[in-house]
């Protein structure tokens, strides 16, 4: 077992390890994370993946509007989210998409706008992990 809170931050590097799978032969199916503008930036990268045995992807999907990303400090849009899980699809990769909740002032409304987005990328896993304020770091 190992992870990477994001693969792609160094593409070269991911596609270096990609490749070193395939070199030696490694028959593996294996899962990696990313943020969904990083899937758009790094196309070529993916294919790499799935040649190495990689079928499954964890997107931080994160949330369903354009001000709750900003409020998050993501720096990534709603479309870059819809985007990356159409890429990722077309490739032929599983989806697990994460959602964060419960941010302040969040209700029933704003999980429904939440769920109902999530829903509609059809993914085949979806998590919504509740918000954990790091002093200093979180809104």
């Avoid at 077992?1 to 931050?9: A, I, N, S």
């Avoid at 045995?53 to 994160?62: D, T």
């Avoid at 697990?96 to 941010?103: P, T």
């Avoid at 304020?133 to 979180?138: F, Q």
């Amino acid at each position: 077992w190992f992870t990477d809170d994001d693969f792609l931050t160094d593409s070269d590097n991911f596609i270096k390890l990609c490749r070193l799978f395939i070199k030696n032969n490694l028959k593996i199916n294996w899962v990696f994370q990313t943020r969904c503008s990083r899937i758009i930036q790094h196309e070529p990268a993916l294919k790499e993946a799935k040649k190495s045995g990689a079928f499954f992807v964890l997107l931080g999907a994160e949330t369903y509007s354009d001000d709750r990303l900003t409020q998050l400090n993501k720096k990534m849009s709603r479309q870059e989210v819809e985007q990356a899980n159409l890429i990722v699809d077309r490739l032929g990769f599983l989806v697990w998409n994460s959602f964060i909740v419960g941010l302040e002032n969040d209700g029933y409304e704003e999980l429904e706008k939440t769920y109902q987005f999530a829903a509609r990328l059809n993914s085949l896993m979806t998590t919504f992990t509740p918000l954990t304020p790091v002093p200093g770091i979180a809104p």
